[in-house]
């Protein structure tokens, strides 16, 4: 019974030493909130900056490793950065520009503005990779 | 920025515990316990320091926007928060939440008061004695800060996220991925992956300036 426990623990590293990238989810807008006291703005300002660090990371993991080898983790990466784009965009951007009579996270709203342009340019990068 | 004085360096301890309590279950008794004793241990610590009023903002002075601070006082609304500590931004994320350290609280320019989410604008606390402040309500009080954006501040942030992405930054980490993950390639491999990697930032989680700002921050 032992050895069957280790040879599954072994099958399941190869399988993840070897298999596709470490899938990159970021925080939501509520996970957001929830882990801030205070300073709403700054706070998902610096969730889209972490998010994209960790997005940009594996993408540049990816471009170390040859053709045939990253065919697979390509669409996996891309999806990870569609689906972050989509939260920055339809969660993030709409409560930074709605909070405090629209005024309030002005300069954090166009920062996160810029994150998006970085992370569609990192999306195209991955769309042109071979 | 003038020392303000003020028996905030309580409430704020207040506010810190009433925020842990409501957060944890008693899953995280022991904790919540570990980090009440923090509080209690350094919270004074940095009162000794900073006066009464303030905690230590990240320049070290104990400073809070004057006018901000007279308004805060003078409209009698409870204050929850005001200046921040490195100190007291470390107690927050022993306690789970992941203040950012370009808060407004740490450079004086923000105060937490408690009044009815409808009240918090800028017009009903321009109305009670506030300079133009732009506030906004969340986690139960009015987050009320002198910094207001414009299209000009919004420009420079901006430029601080293409910053962010400098191409000096990006030699270094695309150097140190190279030399990292990817060691035991041919070399080849690794000269093609510098002059291909054209616009890396980080390496690793701990990389990412919100942990490094914090990790100085602990340091400090």
Redesign the interface.
């Known amino acids: 019974m032992m050895v069957r426990i280790r040879e599954f623990i072994l099958i399941l590293t190869l399988l993840f030493s070897f298999g596709a990238h470490a899938k990159v989810e970021c925080p939501s807008l509520d996970e957001v909130?929830k882990?801030?006291?205070?300073?709403?703005?700054?706070?998902l300002?610096?969730a889209a900056?972490?998010c994209f660090?960790?997005l940009?990371?594996e993408?540049?993991?990816l471009?170390?490793k040859?053709p045939n080898e990253r065919k697979k983790e390509r669409e996996s990466l891309k999806s990870d950065y569609q689906r972050e784009i989509d939260k920055l965009n339809n969660q993030f951007l709409p409560e930074l520009k709605s909070?405090?009579?629209s005024?309030?996270?002005?300069?954090?709203?166009?920062?996160v503005?810029?994150?998006v342009i970085?992370y569609k340019?990192?999306l195209m990068?991955l769309d042109n990779l071979r | 920025m003038n020392t303000v004085p003020g028996p905030l360096v309580e409430r704020d301890f207040q506010w810190n515990q009433r925020?842990v309590t409501k957060k944890y279950s008693a899953f995280f008794n022991i904790t919540i316990l570990f980090a009440a004793g923090l509080i209690m241990y350094s919270a004074p610590a940095s009162a000794g320091k900073c006066g009464r009023g303030c905690q230590q903002s990240m320049d070290g002075a104990c400073t809070m926007e004057p006018r901000l601070w007279r308004a805060a006082i003078e409209s009698r609304f409870t204050l929850t928060?005001c200046c921040r500590s490195p100190q007291y931004n470390a107690q927050?994320r022993s306690c789970?939440?992941?203040?950012?350290s370009?808060?407004?609280?740490m450079t004086g320019q923000?105060v937490?008061i408690k009044i009815s989410p409808k009240n918090?604008?800028?017009r009903y606390l321009q109305g009670i004695g506030f300079p133009p402040v732009?506030?906004?309500?969340?986690?139960g009080?009015c987050?009320v800060?002198t910094r207001?954006?414009?299209a000009q501040?919004?420009?420079?942030?901006?430029e601080?996220?293409?910053h962010?992405?400098a191409p000096a930054i990006r030699s270094q980490?695309?150097a140190r991925?190279?030399s990292g993950?990817?060691r035991g390639?041919s070399s080849k491999?690794s000269t093609k992956?510098r002059r291909?990697?054209p616009?890396?930032?980080?390496?690793?989680?701990s990389?990412?300036?919100?942990?490094e700002k914090i990790f100085s921050e602990i340091a400090r």
Request: proline letters at 3%; hydrophobic letters at 25%; charged letters at 30%.
């Open positions: 909130k882990q801030t006291d205070d300073d709403l703005c700054e706070a300002s610096d900056e972490n660090a960790q940009n990371y993408l540049e993991l471009k170390a040859k909070l405090g009579e005024a309030a996270c002005v300069d954090e709203a166009a920062e503005e810029e994150w970085e340019r990192d990068e | 925020v928060s927050l789970g939440y992941f203040p950012s370009r808060s407004a609280h923000a937490d918090c604008n800028a732009c506030p906004h309500y969340h986690h009080h987050h800060q207001c954006g414009n501040t919004a420009s420079r942030a901006r601080r996220v293409r962010q992405r980490s695309r991925i190279s993950r990817t390639r491999v992956t291909s990697a616009r890396s930032n980080y390496r690793s989680i990389e990412i300036p919100w942990y």
